[in-house]
């Protein structure tokens, strides 16, 4: 299956995982809240598809474009 990976936009501290690995998500669903600046931002999934693996926890601080998780989506959608 092909993967993509969901990267940080911002630089900041995760805030809120909204999704564990395994869980079906649809495009747009927020995977976790990333707080940055005192501002929260949703990460939300690219395309529609199972959350394969996260690579940080709540708590973890991240740099912009820092792989945050990763995402199995079938062919063709």
Do not use: C, H, N, Y
Not at 1 to 27: F, S, Y
Not at 38 to 45: R, T
Request: hydrophobic share 50%; aromatic share 2%.
């Amino acid at each position: 299956m092909p993967t993509v990976d969901i990267k940080a936009d911002v630089t900041g501290k995760v805030w809120k995982l909204e999704a564990a690995a395994g869980a079906q998500l649809g495009a747009g669903d927020v995977v976790m809240i990333l707080e940055s600046m005192k501002m929260e931002i949703p990460v939300e999934a690219p395309k529609a598809g199972q959350l394969a693996s996260l690579a940080v926890a709540e708590g973890d601080s991240v740099k912009e474009g820092q792989v945050l998780a990763r995402l199995e989506i079938q062919a063709g959608i």
